[in-house]
Each structure stands twice: as C-alpha cells, then as structure tokens.
Nanobody, 123 residues
C-alpha cells in the first residue's frame, strides 16, 4: 500500500515561492507517474504537473508552465513541486498522486492520493 504525505504548503504573497514535497512510504516509487493536482474552494480539482519516475519526462498544465517545476528524488522516495511567481489564482489545496502508467492530466489514472497541503497566495 502506497502512502503519500504532502508538505511545504503555507501562505505567501504574490510573486513568492513555495516548494511542496510528496513523501511516499510503504512502497518504493518506481515505474509509474507522480502527479500534482489542486482544488480551489468551490472549484473542481485540476491537474498541475506530472513526472515519469523512470525517464523524468514532465508534463504541465498551461496555467503553471514556466512557473512550476516538478522533480523527484529516488533516494528520498519523494517528489517535489517548486512553485515560483505565485499568483492569487494558485490558492488551493495541492494533492500529490501516484500510479498512472503514462503522463496524464486525468485524476482517474492515478491509484493513490495524499491528504493535501494548503497553499494560500495573497495579492
């Protein structure tokens, strides 16, 4: 059973940065994809970014491209989401997910989800 725990959320002003982490336990992350999603109050969950754990190929939502960077650390069994130039529209609960077989923006492709970490960006 894969357990995912997100950390690194918080409150920042517009233009600031945060680095989210997604630590896995109970399983060694390997030949699948990790994704990051977010859900703002009153809105549907949306895809943010994904990374193929073997190739390190990445995929980003247009809304974060050029500002966010997804990465992974095999030794730490952890994925990261570096968020720069944050905007108030980035305010949401951010979730990491694991298990897709290809880079995918569809949440249904992922088997495991973390509990989320809250990011708040003020103007």
């Amino acid at each position: 059973q894969v357990q995912l725990v997100e950390s690194g959320g918080g409150s920042v002003q517009a233009g600031g940065s945060l680095r989210l982490a997604c630590a896995a336990s109970g399983y060694t992350l390997r030949d699948r994809v990790m994704g990051w999603f977010r859900q703002a109050p009153g809105k549907a969950r949306e895809f943010v970014a994904a990374i193929d754990w073997i190739s390190s190929n990445t995929y980003y939502a247009d809304s974060v491209k050029g500002r966010f960077t997804i990465s992974r650390d095999n030794a730490k069994n952890t994925g990261f989401l570096q968020m720069n130039s944050l905007k108030p529209d980035d305010t949401a609960v951010y979730y990491c997910a694991w298990g897709a077989r290809i880079l995918s923006s569809s949440g249904t492709q992922y088997d495991y989800w973390g509990q989320g970490t809250h990011v708040s960006v003020s103007s």
